[in-house]
């Protein structure tokens, strides 16, 4: 064999091996990510699996594999213990506090492309200690649902006080129709609590104030609906939620979030309706801000790469493609416009966010949701006081606080 042949051989073997050594060089340059979510609507699943896939279309060097698990807290809590946590997953605005008290979360947020674009109150949900931990991925706010039809009959227009709120229940109570669904939920009375004035603690989670004047007024509004006979909890009218006597016509007016919307078109599209904002208080206008961030554990194995993806999935093009589906509202002031050419009767939800207050406590809360939610049950049945239910929750809450 002469030395040219032996060249050309060599040559051609070294050409093969590259040949196929190359994918799996281009293999291990492939970070594969997981983002972990909680399992919703069949369109809200297939929309998000549609822009992870199109994110994987456009990005070899990142790989996002969607994990929607059905016992959600319980799952991530399992992994951030064991070590092995998911690249990217979801915290509710609620839990977020507890998460960042376990150093669970790696603050991100001036990572991203335009932060200052985020509604305040949408980026002040995720921000504590003075760092903004992780951007919100969408958001729900309260609004007031109307029956048109019953509105129009009774000659009423929209109510935008309290006031004007009880007087539209009361005239609309008739018929075996009551004016409005009035369930015994925090999430809900809360809403009416900012309206008046009042809080639950303060700034610094160290005091409850919940057991004030304006604490009283919108306990009292808010029961004296159902106990003078204008309103009904759910339970009493045989539904499940205060969407479903809304949608059946039992009742003229309810407080839900955007939510409700494309439950009301799919089950009842023959309902005459319409959403404006919460009703103001003695305190001025109040809804809440129910969202969730996309947070990067702590430990993260690929932060850089995690980063990208989020900033991907919050910045304007995958947030459009996210939000347009019309289940949940874009948390970015500069897609306001857009999102409202698509969506117009959806505006006095999105008005929520320049006022909106945050689902948020501290660790252990839960004790406290529990306890208003038992004595809003207790004064609409009349065995409890005003009063007496501000009390009780005050002394929980504040044992809640003393443990801290």
């Not at 992870?52 to 992994?79: C, G, H, M, R």
């Not at 200052?116 to 980026?123: E, G, M």
């Not at 809360?190 to 919940?210: C, K, P, Q």
């Not at 309902?271 to 990067?296: D, I, Q, R, S, W």
């Amino acid at each position: 064999m002469n030395k040219t042949f032996r060249f050309l051989t060599l040559a051609i073997v070294i050409a093969l091996i590259a040949v196929a050594a190359a994918p799996n060089a281009r293999a291990a340059q492939t970070v594969n990510l997981v983002l972990m979510g909680w399992s919703s609507s069949p369109s809200e699943n297939e929309r998000l699996q549609k822009i992870v896939d199109d994110w994987n279309a456009a990005n070899a060097d990142i790989q996002v594999t969607l994990n929607q698990v059905p016992d959600y807290d319980t799952t991530l809590q399992k992994s951030l213990a064991g070590g092995e946590p998911p690249d990217v997953f979801y915290v509710d605005s609620f839990r977020f506090l507890d998460l960042v008290r376990a150093d669970a979360l790696m603050p991100v947020g001036e990572m991203l492309t335009n932060a200052d674009d985020f509604y305040p109150s949408l980026r002040d949900a995720f921000t504590t200690n003075g760092q903004f931990y992780c951007p919100p991925k969408d958001f729900s706010t309260l609004a007031l649902q109307i029956n048109t039809e019953m509105f129009e009959a009774a000659g009423l227009s929209a109510p935008t006080t309290w006031e004007e709120m009880r007087a539209a229940a009361e005239a609309l109570t008739k018929d075996g129709v009551y004016g409005a669904v009035v369930p015994a939920d925090f999430a809900r009375w809360v809403a009416f609590l900012y309206a008046a004035g009042g809080s639950v603690t303060n700034d610094d989670f160290t005091e409850m104030t919940i057991n004030s004047p304006e604490a009283a007024a919108a306990l009292k509004f808010y029961t004296d609906l159902y106990l003078d006979g204008f309103a009904k909890t759910p339970a009493d009218l045989g539904v499940g939620w205060p969407g479903e006597a809304f949608g059946k016509g039992l009742v003229a007016m309810s407080f839900e979030g955007n939510w409700i919307e494309p439950y009301l078109k799919d089950q009842f599209p023959d309902l005459k309706h319409m959403a404006v904002e919460m009703p103001a208080g003695p305190g001025g206008k109040a809804t809440m801000a129910f969202t969730v961030c996309y947070a990067v554990p702590m430990k993260a194995k690929n932060p850089e790469a995690a980063v990208k993806f989020v900033d991907y999935l919050t910045g304007a093009e995958g947030m459009k493609a996210w939000t347009d589906l019309g289940l949940a509202m874009p948390t970015r002031a500069s897609l306001r416009e857009g999102w409202l050419a698509q969506f117009p009767n959806l505006e006095p939800y999105l008005n929520g966010a320049e006022y909106a207050r945050k689902w948020q406590f501290v660790p252990g809360f839960q004790a406290v949701l529990d306890k208003v939610n038992e004595q809003l049950s207790l004064v609409m049945g009349e065995n409890q006081t005003v009063n007496g239910a501000l009390s009780e929750i005050e002394t929980i809450g504040a044992e809640v606080l003393a443990s801290r």
